[in-house]
């Protein structure tokens, strides 16, 4: 058990490993995301490309955090019996799980501002539309106005003497 226990353990931390370049990526993205929101002349399809392709990040997040699950509830009782004999690697997955924390925890500052970006962006459009509206109104009042005030009103004439 103590070999299988061991490629098990290699497959953990190759795990943990790939979860913290996902990890990487997402800071990047988040931090496009950031500089699309402060940008005002920001293409809505940029955007969208950045949402996609951190949700494709978060997908295979959560595909390594199940496989990860599978493999450590098939090693949890042989490590949890010998401590002592994988320490090391215990050790390891412990830094590494401790670099994914605070990963984790920087994204979720980063998105919290990022929404923050968001709300705000999102009220400025929609004031925008909010006076583009009201400016359209105006202009179509002006309109029926001006037409009124060329318009005169049917006049009988009455012909015979």
Do not use: C, W
């Amino acid at each position: 058990m103590e070999n299988r226990a061991g490629s098990y353990l290699n497959i953990l931390e190759q795990s943990l490993d790939k979860k913290i370049k996902i990890l990487d990526q997402i800071i990047e993205q988040d931090q496009l995301q950031e500089q699309q929101l402060q940008n005002p002349s920001l293409e809505p399809e940029e955007f969208d490309q950045t949402v996609e392709e951190k949700s494709r990040l978060i997908d295979e997040l959560e595909l390594l955090d199940d496989g990860f699950e599978q493999v450590y509830d098939r090693v949890k009782d042989e490590l949890k019996g010998h401590k002592e004999l994988y320490k090391e690697e215990i050790q390891r997955m412990q830094q590494k799980i401790r670099q994914i924390t605070d990963k984790s925890m920087q994204i979720q500052t980063q998105e919290a501002r990022n929404k923050m970006l968001m709300e705000a962006k999102f009220a400025s459009i929609h004031k925008q539309v909010k006076e583009i509206r009201q400016s359209q109104k105006m202009v179509n009042q002006y309109y029926r106005n001006m037409i009124k005030t060329n318009y005169i009103d049917p006049q009988f004439v009455d012909n015979k003497k």
